[in-house]
C-alpha cells in the first residue's frame, strides 16, 4: 500500500508541475498584459510601461520568469492584486475558505442523500419509488443553477416569510454581515448548500444505483445469502462497500473542481469564494490574480485525484496490485 502510495504521490508531483509550467506559459503568451494592466490610469504609459516591464522581470526569457515566479510562490510571495493592490496570498486564501465551507457541507449532504436513495433505487428497480427518483434525477441534472438559485431566493425567504407571517426571512438570500453563531451561520449558507446539492445527489445517486444494482447480481452476493445472512447486511455491508469505488471516485474529482467551479451558485447568492475571484481577476486582466489561482485550484484538483486513487485501493485492494 506504502508504495502505491508513494507512485501515486510521485506522479501527482510530476503532474502539478508540468501543469504550472503549461499554465504560465499560456497565461503569459496570450493572457493580459501585467505592465499594461499596472498603466491603465497612468498618463505616461509608454514610460510606465517600460518600468513595469523591468520592475516585474517581463523583458527576461519565458523560462527565467518561471524559475522566478516559482521562486516567490514556493516562498509565500504571491505579490498584490493588480486591481486592488490587496495581498494576492490573503485573498485567495479568504476566498478560499468562504468557497471551502460551502463546498464542504454542499459535499456532506449530497454524499448522504445520493448513497442513500441510489442504494433505495438499486434495492427496487424499476418500482414507483425508482421511478420517481429516476425523474426527478434528470430534472435535476437539467435544471439551470441560476434559475433554480432564484427559484429558492424567491420562495423560500420572502414568499416563505409572507406565509409564516415572520419579521424577517426564515433563510438568507446573501451572507449576513451583522449575525454570528450557528444558527445564523445555517440561516446563511442552507439556500446555497441546497442549490448545490442538487445538481450533485441527482448525478451521483444515478452513479450509486448503477453501481450497486451491478454489485447485487454478483456471484458472492449470492453466496451470502445463501449462507443465511441477513439481507440488510447483504445489502449494506457487503453489497454498499463494493459499489462505491466508482462513486468515490467520481465525488473525489467533483469535490476538487468545486474548488473552482462555483462561479453561479456564488454570483446568485453574492458570496465571496473562488468564482468569483476568478471572474474579477479576469475581467480586470489581473495576471498577478490569475496565475496563483491556477496554481491553487489546480493543486486542489491533483490533490482531490490523488486521494481518489488511495480511497480507490482501500475498498477494491486489486487496484494495489495492479
Not at 233 to 241: A, E, P, S, T
Request: contains cysteine.
Amino acid at each position: 500500500m506504502l508504495k502505491y502510495v508513494l507512485r501515486r504521490v510521485g506522479a501527482s508531483a510530476l503532474v502539478l508541475l508540468i501543469a504550472t509550467a503549461v499554465v504560465f506559459v499560456l497565461v503569459r503568451e496570450f493572457g493580459p498584459d501585467p505592465a499594461e494592466a499596472r498603466c491603465r490610469s497612468s498618463r505616461n504609459k509608454v514610460a510606465c510601461e517600460q518600468s513595469a516591464r523591468v520592475a516585474l522581470g517581463l523583458n527576461d526569457p519565458l523560462h527565467e520568469q518561471y524559475f522566478n515566479f516559482m521562486g516567490d510562490f514556493l516562498q509565500g510571495d504571491w505579490g498584490n492584486s493588480q486591481r486592488s493592490d490587496r495581498s494576492v496570498a490573503a485573498s485567495i486564501s479568504d476566498d478560499l475558505w468562504d468557497t471551502a465551507q460551502l463546498a464542504f457541507w454542499g459535499v456532506l449532504v449530497s454524499v448522504g442523500l445520493a448513497v442513500t436513495i441510489g442504494g433505495y433505487s438499486a434495492r427496487k428497480p424499476y418500482s414507483k419509488g425508482d421511478s420517481l427518483f429516476t425523474g426527478i434525477a434528470f430534472a435535476g441534472i437539467s435544471m439551470p443553477t441560476f434559475w433554480f438559485g432564484l427559484i429558492t431566493i424567491h420562495y423560500l425567504t420572502g414568499e416563505l416569510k409572507d406565509v409564516l407571517g415572520t419579521s424577517e426571512p426564515i433563510f438568507y438570500s446573501i451572507p449576513n454581515p451583522v449575525g454570528s453563531g450557528v444558527v445564523e451561520y445555517a440561516r446563511e449558507l442552507t439556500l446555497p448548500v441546497l442549490v448545490l446539492s442538487v445538481q450533485l445527489v441527482a448525478g451521483w445517486s444515478r452513479y450509486q444505483r448503477s453501481s450497486m444494482l451491478d454489485e447485487l447480481h454478483h456471484d458472492y452476493i449470492r453466496t451470502a445469502r445463501a449462507k443465511g445472512l441477513s439481507e440488510r447486511r447483504v445489502v449494506w455491508k457487503h453489497g454498499l462497500r463494493n459499489s462505491l469505488s466508482p462513486l468515490v471516485t467520481v465525488i473525489a474529482l467533483d469535490f476538487g473542481g468545486l474548488f473552482g467551479g462555483l462561479i453561479i451558485t456564488e454570483t446568485v447568492f453574492a458570496r465571496h469564494g473562488m468564482g468569483r475571484l476568478l471572474v474579477d481577476a479576469a475581467v480586470s486582466g489581473d495576471t498577478q490574480v490569475l496565475i496563483p489561482w491556477m496554481f491553487v485550484t489546480g493543486a486542489i484538483i491533483i490533490l482531490f485525484n490523488l486521494l481518489a486513487d488511495v480511497l480507490y485501493a482501500v475498498l477494491d485492494p486489486r487496484v494495489r496490485v495492479a
